[in-house]
């Protein structure tokens, strides 16, 4: 019963570097999506997914990609990272935008 | 324009005590809308929901919140508050652009609740 699942939990990345954080679920949902979590910030959405092949800009997408080529997957690219991306990310999915929305356990990401 | 605002980002309680943590939405978002909590160090877990209906709408915990469409509001509340509340409470809403809908998080309010 895995629900979410978030890799990796923990990433340091120097300014510049690249990376993907991966996210996967088994619910069989077709909204998924990430947010990134700053204190003071809440949660702001950075991309959605509506379906497979289906993908949308939240609140912060600059400096983010995502690409959603099955149901269950929804990988997150940081393209150069910044240090401004240092922060805790977290996929989430629901069945819908009206549904109960299942976060992964987060990954926290420091860019030095 | 913020689809939805928190307005105490801090609120301590003592136990036993009632407390209600204030979410107003924009009226221009649809109404959907969530309370969602998170303890610490953990992902966010789902409190309740308003989809229609009735605007009283009870959930987890001893929770409860009501949907106000004149003042744009959905103030959670709790009669009585015990230490294990202790969390970050997020309000949420769904907000319909661009043809599709999303879900946008408030800033959060910190619950402390204190013997």
């Known amino acids: 019963n895995a629900g979410v699942t978030q890799t990796p939990k923990f990433q340091v990345l120097k300014t510049g570097q690249s990376m993907t954080l991966q996210c996967a679920q088994d619910?069989?949902?077709?909204?998924m999506s990430w947010y990134r979590q700053d204190p003071g910030m809440g949660l702001r959405l950075i991309h959605y997914?509506?379906?497979?092949?289906?993908?949308d800009q939240g609140e912060v997408p600059n400096g983010y990609n995502v690409s959603r080529s099955t149901t269950e997957d929804f990988p997150l690219r940081l393209l150069l990272a910044a240090p401004s991306q240092t922060s805790v990310y977290f996929c989430?999915?629901?069945?819908?935008?009206?549904?109960?929305?299942?976060f992964g356990e987060g990954s926290r990401l420091t860019v030095l | 324009a913020q689809s939805v605002t928190q307005l105490d980002s801090q609120v301590p309680v003592f136990e036993e005590a009632p407390v209600e943590l204030r979410c107003n939405y924009s009226?221009?978002?649809?109404?959907?809308l969530f309370w969602y909590v998170q303890y610490p160090n953990q992902g966010l877990q789902l409190l309740l929901k308003?989809?229609?209906?009735?605007?009283l709408v009870k959930g987890i915990n001893g929770f409860e919140a009501e949907f106000n469409k004149s003042q744009t509001s959905f103030h959670l509340r709790k009669p009585s508050v015990h230490i294990s509340d202790t969390a970050e409470y997020f309000c949420a809403v769904s907000v319909l652009r661009g043809g599709s809908e999303k879900l946008v998080f408030g800033k959060g309010t910190k619950l402390t609740v204190n013997p």
């Open positions: 989430a999915s629901s069945q819908g935008v009206t549904g109960e929305l299942f």
């Open positions: 308003y989809l229609s209906g009735s605007t």
């Open positions: 997914s509506v379906g497979a092949g289906i993908t």
């Open positions: 009226s221009s978002v649809s109404v959907y």
């Open positions: 619910m069989n949902h077709e909204y």
